[in-house]
Every structure is written in C-alpha cells, then in structure tokens.
Nanobody, 128 residues
C-alpha cells in the first residue's frame, strides 16, 4: 500500500481556492500519530520548498512558510488518517507539484531533509 496519496489538485484562477488532501492510511498508526506531516511544492525548474507541516497528537502544532501564512491552513485528522491543506487566495506562484510527506521527527517542522516518506504529488495550476 502506498503510504501517502495526494488528491484535490487542479487548475484555478488566481485569487480562488483549492483544497489538497493527503490520505496517509498507508502509514502505521504510531507513525501517523507520532510523526509530522508536511506539504511541499516544486515549481518547474525550481527546488522543492516547504509549504506547511503539522504535528498533532491531541494538540495541533502547525508551521507555515512565510509565503503562505494567512492563506493556507494545514490540519490533521487522526481518526481519518488524513492531512488537508485548504489554500485560499491562490497566486500565480502557487503553480507547482504539491507533495505530502511524513517525518518520524515531530520537531522537523519545515526541514525537508527530515522527511523520509513522500507521496507522488499532485499538480496545482494557477492561471490569470
């Protein structure tokens, strides 16, 4: 079973919203509960960058890249084993492949090298 599966990508006009979801049912319960789940994105020709991450074993501890603060919200459902990323006020620079990732280190926040399990990604295109 694939550990992480993204869904919800698509094409939207700048200023509109899109919701990404990551199905993490392929992770063990301990991994999901005790680890950190993050979203990263990679635009064409650019390096992959962190967008947001969350550790939630009862109390949520989200972290956001400055570029998305106030517009994106990450949340985790421990019962459904999903992580969602509603994205509001999307900008043209939001066009990218978005990846869901897991780190066993709950303190990893936006440190990409601490994430060892990755989804295959979902495309988001923002047009003017």
């Amino acid at each position: 079973q694939v550990p992480l599966v993204e869904s919800g990508g698509g094409s939207v006009r700048a200023g509109e919203s899109l919701n990404l979801s990551c199905d993490a049912s392929g992770l063990s319960d301990n991994s999901f509960w005790g680890g950190r789940l993050g979203w990263f994105r990679q635009s064409p020709g650019r390096e992959r960058k962190a967008v947001a991450s969350i550790f939630d074993a009862g109390t949520p501890y989200p972290t956001y890249a400055d570029s998305v603060k106030g517009r994106f919200t990450i949340s985790k459902s421990n019962s459904k084993k999903t992580v969602t990323l509603p994205m509001n006020s999307l900008r043209l620079d939001g066009t990218a492949m978005y990846f869901c990732a897991h780190s066993s280190r709950h303190w990893a926040q936006l440190q990409e090298d601490k994430y060892r399990t990755w989804g295959q990604g979902g495309q988001v295109t923002v047009y003017s």
